[in-house]
């Protein structure tokens, strides 16, 4: 067989720790639906979803019609599928056709469903997406009117599974008050709805992090993407999240892993650069090796000289630039090291870990970026199946 230069491994151990958290998160008798965009945030829609859905879930929240279809390639059983963003008109038709329920958040979007629904003969599952202060998609309130002329004219088209908005940053406590003003809009949109006598089965509003720092905002269902995958949605909610709690430890587990090998080793004399330019001068006598990982593979360049990797459960450092394919590590002071030995760019070997918002600290990345900037073609493999 003939495998890529790394892989990326899913720990399903550490999923289902993380779920158990999210149950306790959402309380008894509300939804958790479980958001898997941007691939699955970077931990594979093809290997993640079906380990979820093995794992009890059975809600999936996408971007747009293609992430839905994906998904809907590798489940079983017909689960709830929510396509929160991008879906265009041949798509409605695919999705009406197949029970995959959708975000509606403009006249023209709603106009679309209802005319396929009568042409199709079967009801568009739809969730209203109404503006609360985000200014991204969402019906504006002085489009109310207009909206509820579309609901009362041709509602029996649809079914309205439910009503929703989502907050602008509710992970920063700088937003808190465009977070509470979005609160309350909302809560005005659902009163003028129930004035207007709309049937909506489910009002949801929380993402991970509205739903650690604002339990109100939890309503009928939460949408937890980043919390499920072992990441804070930012430091400030883990702070927020232990400050009354006895036990002060991260109750979340990182699920995912990257890691390659060493590609070749030699050495570097004193006074000799290291690499594409000058960015790396050997100021001693070295060992380097190097890692058949470059930014083609989603290591950032700026992380040229800055990256750190384990290696026989040693951290060490990237020096020179990161290359498409390539880079270099110092290996001077560990021992023993060979080609073919285990390199980890993000978890752990032996007592030593790597995590992901280390990166973030040298490349500014997010999390949620680096996660997703993960190329498709890296194999993911998941490890146990989640009952140990
Ligand atoms: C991405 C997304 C979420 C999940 O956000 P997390 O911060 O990862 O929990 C929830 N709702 C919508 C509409 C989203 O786009």
Not at 231 to 250: A, C, G, H, M
Request: proline share 3%; with cysteine.
């Amino acid at each position: 067989m003939i495998y890529p230069t790394s892989f990326l491994e899913i720990d399903a151990g550490a999923l289902r720790e993380n779920l158990k958290f999210l149950k306790r998160i959402a309380g008894k008798n509300r939804d958790i639906l479980h958001v898997v965009k941007g691939n699955a945030y970077g931990h594979g829609i093809e290997q993640f979803v079906p380990l979820l859905q093995r794992l009890g879930a059975n809600s999936f929240g996408v971007f747009d019609a293609y992430e839905a279809y994906r998904v809907k390639q590798v489940v079983h059983n017909q689960p709830r599928i929510i396509i929160m963003g991008m879906i265009d008109a041949h798509e409605i038709e695919w999705a009406i056709i197949h029970n995959i329920e959708f975000y509606v958040f403009d006249v023209y979007r709603l106009s679309k469903a209802i005319d396929l629904s009568k042409t199709i003969g079967k009801k568009a599952k739809v969730h209203i997406e109404v503006e609360t202060g985000m200014n991204r998609t969402g019906f504006e309130w002085k489009d109310r009117q207009q909206l509820i002329k579309l609901l009362e004219n041709d509602g029996q088209f649809l079914e309205v599974k439910g009503v929703c908005t989502h907050f602008a940053g509710a992970e920063s406590i700088a937003n808190y008050l465009r977070v509470k003003n979005q609160y309350k809009m909302f809560n005005k949109w659902t009163g003028f709805l129930d004035d207007a006598k709309v049937d909506y089965e489910q009002i949801h509003t929380a993402c991970s992090a509205a739903a650690i720092r604002y339990p109100k905002t939890k309503m009928d269902m939460i949408r937890t993407g980043i919390l499920q995958y072992g990441f804070w949605p930012s430091e400030e909610t883990l702070i927020e999240y232990l400050k009354n709690k006895t036990r002060q430890r991260d109750p979340l587990r990182r699920v995912i892993s990257w890691k390659s090998t060493v590609m070749s080793i030699k050495t570097v004399s004193k006074g000799d650069y290291v690499g594409y330019g000058t960015s790396y001068l050997a100021s001693f006598d070295m060992v380097v090796a190097t890692v058949p990982i470059g930014y083609a593979h989603g290591f950032a360049r700026s992380l040229s000289n800055q990256g750190r990797v384990l290696i026989r459960g040693e951290r060490t450092m990237v020096i020179g630039t990161v290359n498409m394919n390539m880079m270099v590590v110092d290996i001077t002071n560990i021992k023993n090291v060979e080609p073919g030995d285990e390199v980890v760019i993000i978890g752990h070997q032996k007592d030593q870990s790597i995590t992901v918002s280390s990166f973030s600290d040298f490349s500014s990345q997010l999390n949620y970026e680096l996660l997703t900037r993960l190329p498709r073609e890296i194999p993911r493999v998941v490890n146990g199946n989640g009952y140990s």
